[in-house]
């Protein structure tokens, strides 16, 4: 069993950034690639952002120069920094360990003027 907690989330004005944390309840290191989904008002799930246990990084092409996903292994702790907001990244955004059940409750991300 794993535990992932969402944080970070808030209000922002377009072009500003914000810190998703997602805190997990043992180590990283021995979990499958980590990965950023959201859901926006009225559609589908998404994959924003994934990270490999060997630091290979993918996203959505939407996101690209724009978010960064990263993990420190100390904090067992994956991260997504996200800058230059747009308000089609409003969204609930979810970590999760990818091919697994385990979801974080999620953390609402508004970006808005």
């Known amino acids: 069993q794993v535990r992932l907690v969402e944080s970070g989330g808030g209000l922002v004005q377009p072009g500003g950034s914000l810190r998703l944390s997602c805190a997990a309840s043992r180590s990283i290191d021995s979990l499958n690639s980590m990965g950023w989904f959201r859901r926006a008002p009225g559609k589908q799930r998404e994959s924003v952002a994934t990270?490999?246990?060997?630091?290979?990084?993918n996203y959505a092409d939407s996101v690209k120069g724009r978010f960064a996903i990263s993990r420190d292994s100390a904090k067992n702790t994956v991260y997504l920094q996200m800058n230059n907001l747009e308000p089609a990244d409003t969204a609930v955004y979810y970590c999760t360990i990818l091919g697994t059940d385990y979801w974080g409750q999620g953390t609402q991300v508004t970006v808005s003027s």
């Open positions: 990270i490999t246990t060997g630091d290979s990084r």
